[in-house]
């Protein structure tokens, strides 16, 4: 929404609203505001799991007079079938979700990012052996494995993050060697190495910092895909444990009461679904912002040249 | 007014008036074209020079329509064959395209497709325009690719595009381009991306088969070279504007405006007189970042007070400082380079340094006490 | 070509043995107790003593495996502990259901989002900000939460459309010719059939597909994006051909390149999708097979699917590299 005043003088001012200003900050400005957002949330959220929120009942504490209730003012999201207050659990569980989700990308994307380094700098055995390793975990899909791994190694957070981390991994690690390889051949690198540089310094000082943007990006975009993929296995029920208040496994605990408890298994959901969305989104501003040419034809761009 | 000689007169052909064009940049507009003007004849042979950016390519896109979703034409007209190509609707347009007016492109790397044959590409130009079969489109595409020296007619019309090397690649684009006959050809940068060497065959080649189908041609590039030898007339442009127009060998024996003097002294062979390469110091304004006044003054050593406040039109000069020049030789400039001094490539009367307005960096390294 | 083939299906090999060497070590080597786990919890001690001989648990990690590797030659995937039969038997029974889900979603998937990527890449400005918010909420949802509020709204709401099974109960299926029960119900000139078919699979084909839509909308859009500056483009418009054969012979034709070799990604997505969508559905496909596994630590039928979907899997990818070989002249000939 965007209001037109006009100021004393005849001069007109444009009151843009929230989105545009913020649209408008430097990417560097957005970040920080993002991160702070964020530390909010988990803050609060963290507050609302260990019950120490004052308006929210604890997401664990039952109340077996009030199961399956529809939303109201004092249950905003209705109550479950133990009568615990679905508010408080999907907000709790937003703690579950983001962390893991962030503790598998993180880690499957620096594994892979080594592993990817390494076989791209390297080349000749090391590659060939490294690749193959890849693309033999990159053969199975994704959940198919998750799913294999954490019913071999147990049902608990844990073996899920295992899980997830290992069917992560081949994706940065490919994407990696990619970068690198084409970076060996740049002109900068060649350079580098005829002043001398040592292939440690070349690897620190040259790809490392031109890999990363990459896989930052993809990690980002990664993590919603994650996210969704991690519920998912929680509603096959491997992953989180009851009584976790774990979006997936609710998802799943609401399936035995539909359709007439509508409300269980639709705020999970939505959770889901927004917190992936806002990600995503963060995503994509991160790659359209490294790569304009993404940014769309809207006009910012003439055609190259003069 | 633009001088007109009896030979521009009557049966032009093209003829952009005034033709302004400007690109979008965040929030705002900018100009990258301002005020170009200029008259190409049937068959006549017009250059366009200049740097990187100075508006050329712009200009024969405008030409063709092909500014894309950037650009907008501010004013302006282009009229070819009794009409205005800027106010046709699409598809009147797209019967001018290729029929009427063909263009190349700089790089044949990357302006043929690379998932279809050479042949299709060729023929889909004439079966646009023309209905026929493919029998016989394929056999004068196979024609087309023997006038441009490429063997094997038939069986080179199956291969793809990247098993043909540059220069061979920018000959199928000529054949392309000539496959209708078209009255005017503009060819933007067509050797800039291929080896010196086929350069000339690929220049020569398009000059012949140009001339022989009586086309009019407008090069544009950055290569005094080039246009020196394939031109009738050039137009020099700067910044946006076109700030020299005339016939070849006038603009090389006698060049006027400044910039054209400096160009000609910064490359090598192709100086009037014997003297060091002397590049021209300083830089091309941003779009949208010229001074006030004259693009070219920061880097002139032939400004006066008024240059930075007003801006020099382009304007037919019948003689400066008491040399004739050649009817239909225009220049931008309030100070034009005289005879004696276009040969040295800097100023031999006597004139005051004029600092620059504050904010404008001059480039042109001298200083109020070294006069 | 032939050379790109031989190539291609050393490599297939190559992975195929890489994955017998994960699922073995899934099965064998990283569980606590493989043959508990075989057995099942409630089995007793006696029992899985006889599992722990016959896996020959107390033999040597090689010779396991070469057991393990005989056994899949010869086809034996197991027992299921859930259904008594043969893992193999039961992959074979639930396997067409899955086919005809996952070709339905995965055609309406690519054509709806190729569809949106290259309205959205363009028309540019607002169509394209719509497009792209539609294809990252296509890949925010997740779709076992989806195929729950279609279910919700198309049958308990709206009663609109079924939502259990393949057709409604007490109706037989059309003579096996495809094991696809719409075409099959098509090809014996059953309409009243092929509709009850044709209902039954359209809420799990939906939710299914909707990841996918939005996946093959941002590929399709970037790289449309990318092919609408090239020069060849402009080139052809200055050929004054009409918008509509610049934009399909030239553009599209080289964007759908890259997406092509996004097809099989998609694949993956969607069998995932399967093992969370048809327990919804009553689907009676690969999926639910798997999830019930899953749920009742069914380790051979677990192990059984996870190396059939992934030999499936890499079959399906090296058929998109053949693919996108055909398509792009500049790979065929190298």
């Known amino acids: ?60 504490a039952q109340n077996l007079v009030a199961t399956l209730a529809p939303p109201s003012l004092s249950h905003p999201m209705g109550t479950d079938e133990y009568g615990r207050d679905i508010l408080s659990r999907v907000l709790a569980g937003t703690m579950i979700s983001v962390e893991v989700t962030l503790v598998v990308v993180i880690l499957g994307a620096t594994l892979g990012m080594l592993i990817g380094v390494v076989a791209g700098f390297f080349g000749g055995t090391t590659d060939e052996v490294l690749m193959r390793v890849t693309d033999m975990f990159l053969a199975f899909p994704f959940l198919i494995l998750a799913a294999a791994i954490a ?11 295992i899980a997830l981390t290992v069917v992560e991994w081949p994706w940065y690690a490919r994407l990696a060697r990619g970068q690198v390889l084409s970076l060996r051949e740049h002109e900068f690198v060649l350079a580098a190495r005829s002043l001398g540089a040592s292939r440690r310094r070349l690897m620190f000082r040259g790809i490392l910092p031109n890999v990363m943007p990459v896989l930052i990006t993809q990690a980002t975009l990664d993590i919603g895909y994650v996210m969704l993929s ?42 889901l679904t927004i917190t992936a969305f806002g990600f995503n989104l963060l995503g994509d501003g991160l790659r359209d912002w490294f790569d304009p040419t993404l940014a769309g034809l809207r006009g910012d761009t003439g055609p190259a040249g003069p | 007014m633009i001088a007109v000689t009896s030979q521009q007169r009557g049966a032009e052909l093209l003829a952009i008036e005034n033709l302004a064009v400007s690109f979008a940049a965040g929030q705002s507009r900018v100009r990258v074209i301002q ?6 004849g049937p068959g006549m042979r017009l250059g366009i020079v200049g740097e990187s950016g100075c ?82 489109a394929n056999a004068r595409a196979a024609q087309l690719l023997q006038m441009v020296g490429i063997p094997a007619g038939e069986a080179a019309l199956r291969r793809y595009p990247h098993e043909f090397s540059g220069g061979m690649r920018q000959r199928v684009m000529i054949a392309t381009a000539l496959a209708l006959s078209p009255k005017l050809l503009i060819a933007d940068e067509p050797t800039t991306a291929l080896d010196v060497t086929i350069q000339a065959q690929v220049l020569e080649l398009m000059g012949r088969l140009v001339k022989d189908a009586g086309a009019a041609l407008m090069l544009v590039t950055h290569n005094l070279g080039v246009v020196a030898g394939m031109t009738e007339r050039v137009a020099v442009m700067y910044a946006g504007r076109i700030v020299e127009e005339a016939s070849t060998p006038d603009l090389f024996g006698r060049p006027a405006h400044p910039y054209t003097v400096g160009l000609l002294h910064s490359l090598p062979g192709v100086q009037t007189r014997d003297s060091d390469l002397v590049p021209i110091p300083g830089m091309v304004p941003q779009p949208g970042h010229e001074p006030a006044g004259c693009a070219f003054a920061p880097r002139c050593r032939w400004r006066l007070p008024r240059c930075w406040t007003e801006q020099p039109q382009l304007e037919g000069v019948e003689q400066i400082a008491g040399d004739q020049l050649a009817a239909g030789h225009r220049v931008a400039c309030h100070n034009p380079v005289a005879p004696e001094e276009a040969g040295p490539g800097f100023p031999i009367r006597a004139l005051p340094f004029v600092p620059p307005p504050p904010g404008i960096t001059d480039f042109t390294g001298q200083s109020e006490t070294a006069q | 070509m032939l050379r790109f083939l031989l190539r291609r299906l050393a490599f297939v090999l190559l992975v195929l043995f890489g994955i017998t060497l994960i699922t073995f070590v899934l099965e064998r080597v990283v569980p606590g107790d493989p043959a508990r786990l075989l057995a099942g919890t409630r089995a007793s001690q006696q029992v899985v003593n006889q599992v722990s001989k016959s896996l020959g648990l107390n033999r040597p990690l090689l010779v396991q495996y070469g057991l393990y590797m005989s056994d899949l030659a010869h086809g034996n995937l197991g027992i299921s502990i859930v259904t008594r039969n043969p893992v193999t038997h039961d992959l074979v029974q639930y396997f067409p259901a899955t086919l005809e889900l996952i070709i339905y979603a995965m055609f309406f998937g690519i054509v709806i989002g190729v569809l949106i990527g290259v309205v959205s890449a363009s028309r540019g400005g607002k169509t394209d900000v719509v497009g792209e918010t539609i294809a990252t909420t296509s890949l925010s949802i997740p779709v076992f939460w989806l195929a729950i509020l279609l279910q919700f709204l198309f049958y308990s709401r709206l009663h609109l459309l079924p939502v259990s099974g393949r057709l409604n109960p007490g109706v037989s299926p059309p003579h ?47 790289s449309m994006l990318e092919v609408l500056g090239r020069d060849y483009v402009r080139a052809a418009q200055a050929k004054g051909l009409t918008r509509w054969r610049v934009y399909f012979r030239h553009a599209l034709r080289n964007a759908l390149l890259p997406a092509v070799t996004v097809m099989g990604l998609e694949f993956g997505l969607l069998i995932s999708g399967t093992v ?58 190298t």
Do not use: C
């Open chain 2, 55 to 136: 508006g050329k390519s712009v200009t024969s896109l405008a030409v063709m329509g092909l500014l894309g979703r950037g650009g907008k034409v501010e004013h302006g007209s282009v009229v070819f064959g009794g009409r205005d190509l800027l106010a046709l609707p699409e598809r009147q347009l797209r019967q001018v395209r290729g029929r009427e007016i063909a263009m190349i492109f700089q790089d044949p790397m990357s302006s043929l497709n690379p998932v279809l044959t050479i042949g299709e590409q060729i023929t889909e130009a004439i079966r646009a325009h023309q209905r026929a079969r493919r029998h016989d």
């Open chain 1, 1 to 60: 929404m965007a209001a037109v005043t006009v100021a004393p003088g005849g001069s007109v001012r444009r009151r843009v609203s929230v989105v545009r200003e913020f649209a408008g900050i430097s990417v560097r400005n957005r970040l920080a505001v993002l991160i702070a957002g964020l530390s909010v949330l988990v803050t609060l959220t963290d507050a609302v799991a260990g019950g120490r929120f004052p308006f929210l009942p604890s997401p664990l």
């Open chain 3, 276 to 333: 969370l969508v048809e327990t919804i559905y009553s689907w009676p496909g690969l999926g639910s097979y798997t999830d019930q596994a899953i749920a009742s630590s069914d380790y051979d039928a677990i192990m059984g699917v996870t190396i059939v979907v992934a030999v499936a899997y890499v079959v399906v990818n090296m058929l998109v590299d053949v693919l996108y070989a055909y398509l792009d002249p500049r790979v065929r000939l």
């Open chain 1, 151 to 161: 019913t071999a190694i147990g049902r608990n957070l844990t073996a899920t993050i």
């Open chain 2, 35 to 40: 005020d170009v003007s200029l008259r190409v």
């Open chain 3, 176 to 222: 096996t010719i495809t094991g696809m029960y719409t075409i099959d119900a098509l090809l014996e000139g059953n309409i009243p059939l092929f509709l009850d078919a044709l209902a039954h699979i359209v809420l799990p084909a939906v939710s299914l597909m909707v990841p996918e839509v939005g996946l093959v909308a941002k590929t399709v859009r970037a």
């Open chain 1, 230 to 271: 991690m519920a998912g296995l929680s509603f096959l029920g491997i992953g989180a444990q009851p009584p976790a208040p774990e979006w997936g496994s609710m998802i799943l605990d609401a399936l035995t009461y539909q359709p007439q408890a509508w409300w269980y298994a639709l705020f999970p959901g939505l959770a």
